[in-house]
């Protein structure tokens, strides 16, 4: 696969270089911000990026992400986060990234995480809260992509207790409309209920409640 | 006779990352790669490492302790210190603690190898753009050293005791109290002190003295 590998830490990103390279794969370019990331983006089109996320994204790793996501589709992103919060994962699961991996990951892991990207899959650190599953949770993870934009909106509706005629009334649908995608959420999210939707889309932040202006303003990400 | 390094990063990742790194290197063995803490000084010095490469951004200022505390020791390996930033304040301080280099995590990995050779050859490196501005710092701090003893040297002992007790949190009550003096006993000393500082208010005394005061308390400082 072609990368392009994007940290503030250029020594990391020559060190990956370095290994990656010895397995075959080619770094196509290093960039040390976010917007230097976009621009390698842009001239080499590379099959995966690894992007970083650090404290506050002062830098704007999630900017850079969703730029990435939304003019360069071809290219998947993995973003590597000196943060493990919830609230920072599911920020970069809506910029559409492919994957999120904590800096305490092993090199192998990311490595492998990469290789799935680039080959159309996603990866979401285990161990990080953001992906945290109750002890004992038997229902499997499903990929928020599945859903439509439009899908989501109502998943978040229905997370927010909206009744069917307000959501249709909000959403300028008509009603019968509204329950085909209600139907499609519950199908898609493997459940029997609204009830169990929504307990299930909070449980696996599926949606995210908070946009980028809260969380901003989060303590974890301030 | 290659050199041998210690790894000492927060993130795992690139703990792991510039191991593999360094050991492509023919004349470079790494000892040890750890992350999230910083081990205690008396494990390093047990692996016997030629070159410690150290987080400076860990937490809680451990670098710099750890720094301070290798330094003093024999066998000491040269610390490489490393951070995403490279202000003259942060290295003038690594300097202070013993630090052999400091390499900001933006540099290319050429160039922290050959910091790592230099070092382990008994040179030291400052990043060149900041090198100025350290030297400046770590004067500046001495000459003002000078002063702060001087001020200090003009005053009695027991207008010092006075003004440690205030530096520690004690009120003017509790200073007559311990020092088994009267309240305006206190006050002469206090305006005394304040005359000979040349300030008008307790607080800036203390706090012009504070330092000082502190250095000879605990006998840290012979300078």
Redesign the interface.
């Known amino acids: 696969m072609r990368l392009v590998l994007c940290d503030g830490n250029r020594i990391l990103c020559e060190a990956l270089a370095a290994i990656l390279e010895a397995r075959g794969h080619q770094v196509a370019a290093i960039a040390t911000t976010p917007a230097g990331g976009v621009g390698a983006v842009a001239v080499h089109g590379p099959d995966v990026v690894l992007l970083d996320l650090r404290r506050g994204d002062s830098a704007g790793g999630l900017a850079a992400a969703r730029t990435i996501r939304q003019y360069y589709p071809g290219t998947a992103v993995l973003m590597l986060s000196s943060l493990t919060e919830r609230a920072a994962c599911s920020a970069a699961r809506r910029a559409g990234v492919g994957g999120f991996l904590g800096k305490d990951q092993s090199v192998e892991r990311i490595v492998t995480a990469l290789e799935v990207i680039a080959a159309g899959g996603a990866v979401f650190d285990p161990a990080g809260p953001g992906h945290a599953r109750p002890a004992g949770g038997r229902r499997p993870a499903f990929p928020p992509c599945a859903l439509t934009p439009r899908e989501k909106e109502v998943l978040r509706r229905i997370v927010a207790g909206q009744s069917t005629v307000r959501m249709a009334d909000e959403m300028k649908i008509t009603t019968s409309t509204l329950r085909t995608y209600v139907k499609n959420v519950l199908t898609k999210t493997g459940s029997h209920s609204r009830l169990q939707a929504a307990a299930l889309a909070a449980r696996q932040d599926l949606i995210g409640d908070a946009t980028e202006q809260d969380l901003a303003g989060t303590p974890q990400l301030a | 006779m290659g050199i041998s390094v210690f790894i000492i990063d927060q993130?795992?990742?690139?703990a792991?990352?510039?191991a593999?790194?360094l050991e492509?290197e023919e004349d470079v063995q790494v000892v040890v790669a750890v992350?999230?803490r910083a081990p205690a000084a008396s494990l390093i010095l047990a692996r016997h490492a030629d070159v410690v490469i150290l987080d400076a951004d860990l937490p809680h200022n451990a670098a710099i302790r750890l720094c301070e505390e290798l330094s003093g020791r024999q066998d000491a390996p040269r610390v490489v210190l490393?951070s995403?930033a490279a202000d003259a304040e942060r290295i003038a301080a690594a300097v202070r603690a013993g630090a052999a280099a400091w390499v900001s995590?933006?540099?290319?990995?050429a160039q922290?190898l050959d910091v790592i050779r230099r070092v382990a050859a008994g040179q030291t490196w400052i990043p060149p753009a900041e090198i100025g501005n350290v030297l400046r710092l770590l004067l500046r701090e001495r000459e003002q050293r000078r002063e702060d003893d001087k001020l200090l040297a003009a005053l009695t002992p027991r207008e010092r005791e006075v003004l440690t007790c205030l530096a520690d949190g004690a009120g003017r009550r509790d200073v007559a109290d311990l020092l088994h003096v009267s309240a305006n006993t206190v006050r002469t000393h206090l305006q005394n002190v304040m005359a000979k500082l040349g300030v008008h208010s307790t607080l800036e005394a203390v706090a012009l003295t504070r330092a000082q005061l502190e250095r000879a308390a605990e006998g840290l400082d012979p300078r």
């Open positions: 993130e795992r990742t690139f792991d990352a510039l593999a790194r492509a992350h999230r490393l995403y995590k933006d540099e290319s990995l922290l």
